[in-house]
């Protein structure tokens, strides 16, 4: 059984991220689309909060589950007995970003791979930075998070105005 797996911190999930999980969920027995910590960034959304809006945009894939961890990816990678994990590209910088953490994992396990997707051209500039910042002025953000999650992910930005 093929399994990928697509980490992320997803504060929140996107729909380009949606489309990159679409995509490998094609090329694959089994996704698995993990939730986890990146120390670099505070996230806004809480671990459960992120899994439940992944959870929520992803219901109507049959072979993708989706989990949280706040260990190492490549401790993760192991225990799930993945092949690879998949990650979207949208420019130049992503691509440098992502190579980087590829090679700092492969260090740690070389077994480790990686496939990288480039994002559709009309997701290129979604990002869920992006997200916030237009959510917290009120702004729309239907186009940049998957239906089902707009009203709770546009709830929450709002809140945090208060
Ligand atoms: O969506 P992000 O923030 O770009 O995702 C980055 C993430 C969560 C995949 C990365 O920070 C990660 O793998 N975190 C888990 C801890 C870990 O293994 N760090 C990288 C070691 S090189």
Known sequence: MKV???PGSFDPFTRGHR??????SRVCDKLVVAVMENSAKQ???TAEEREELVRLSL?????????SSS??????????????????????????YEAELALANR????EY????LPCRDDMSLISSSIVKEVGHYGGDISKMVPAEIVDI?????????I
């Open 19 to 24: 489309d990159i999980a679409r995509r490998a």
């Open 107 to 110: 260090l740690l396990y070389p």
């Open 71 to 96: 260990g190492l990816l490549v401790d993760l990678y192991k225990q799930l007995g993945c092949c690879a994990v998949v990650r979207g590209i949208r420019s130049e910088s992503d691509f440098r």
């Open 4 to 6: 990928l797996l697509f």
């Open 113 to 116: 791979d990686c496939l990288l």
């Open 43 to 45: 996230t806004l959304f």
């Open 153 to 161: 992910v546009k709830a929450k930005l709002m809140k945090g105005r």
């Open 59 to 67: 219901a109507d894939y049959d072979n993708i589950e989706v989990i």
